[in-house]
């Protein structure tokens, strides 16, 4: 929903002056993959504006494979190094994270998800946010295990 950058590097260059499908193209131009355009086409993803992971589950991407949908990971020989890693251990951190802590959104105020470009894309208004520690029977032994001084 929110590529890093919004062209990935897939740069080509045309030396001839072509068509590609009803576009003419014409010979010096450089092209790029607009991946902000593809993660947003209703045509592509239903209701691209919405945050629904569980997308991924009803419509049957294919994570490991060459599905041009995930092309912000890359794909192929260039699929992204930490792609494996992130899908081995993600959910992990995830649950850690909501496991040991209470999330609010700081000053009371509503999500925001719309972008603005910079370096790369970014939040228009940054996501701050308070993690609390839960107070569970696990996390009050660890403290006492080590002399008051919690993990």
Known sequence: MHPPGPLLSWARLAIHDTC???????????????????????????????????????????IMGSDLRLAPFGSGRRVCPGKAMGL??????????????????????????????KLSMEMKQPL???????????NQERVSDFGGFGC
């Open 88 to 117: 081995a251990t993600v959910q992990l951190w995830l649950a850690q994270l909501l496991h040991n802590f209470e999330w609010t959104a700081s000053h009371n105020h509503a999500v925001d998800l719309s972008e603005c470009l």
């Open 128 to 138: 701050i946010c308070k993690a609390f520690p839960r107070t569970t029977s696990t």
């Open 20 to 62: 590609v499908g009803p576009h003419f193209v014409p010979a010096g131009t450089t092209a790029m993959v607009n991946m902000w355009a593809i993660t947003h086409d209703d045509k592509v993803w239903p209701e691209p504006g919405k945050f629904r992971p569980e997308r991924f589950l009803e419509d049957d991407v294919a």
